[in-house]
């Protein structure tokens, strides 16, 4: 609990620090913060937390095979042969930035469906 | 898959949260598999099946379709 604890504080000091450097940020240094975000939303992902029975590992999968998925076809995108790509951003995405995205995506996935988990059925009295 | 998890909790006078404690998983595992959003695994359900003292067959019934 302790580690994951300190992973989020790792994601949220690399936002806080992207977000205060955001206009002197060089390639380099964002690659730094890159690498220490996806290894930190990783952390955050797959260590364990207060609860960890197996519905919560049914929906980590779950968010997991559907964040790849996103984050795959949303890197197809920038595929330099893609037939209609628009040009190339000035600071090119990198495995870590993809990373990065597919761990947050599927964060954000675990915990909606943990939080409908916890709703009451529609037709509940 | 159906079930009758609500009824028997309810005949105990159990909430989810008693329930949740009583088999090791979170209240929103109980919800889940009340709600019918989740199928548990088989020790889970033999688990719930020692709680209640009833065949599994008794308490989860697959859908007609």
Redo the contacts between chains.
Sequence with gaps: MVLKTLAWVLVAFCFLAAALGRGAMEQKSWNGFSMVLSFGLTAAFFLRGRVDDERVHSLKLKALGAAFLATYLLALKFQPHWPRMKPAPAMPATAYDFISATMLLALILFYFWRWQDARPAKDAE | MKNCLKELRAEKNWSQGDLAERL??????I??I??E??D??LP?ALKIAKLFKQPVEAIFKADAS
């Design positions: 090791e998983v979170s209240r929103q595992t919800n889940a009340e709600t959003k989740y548990p695994s889970l």
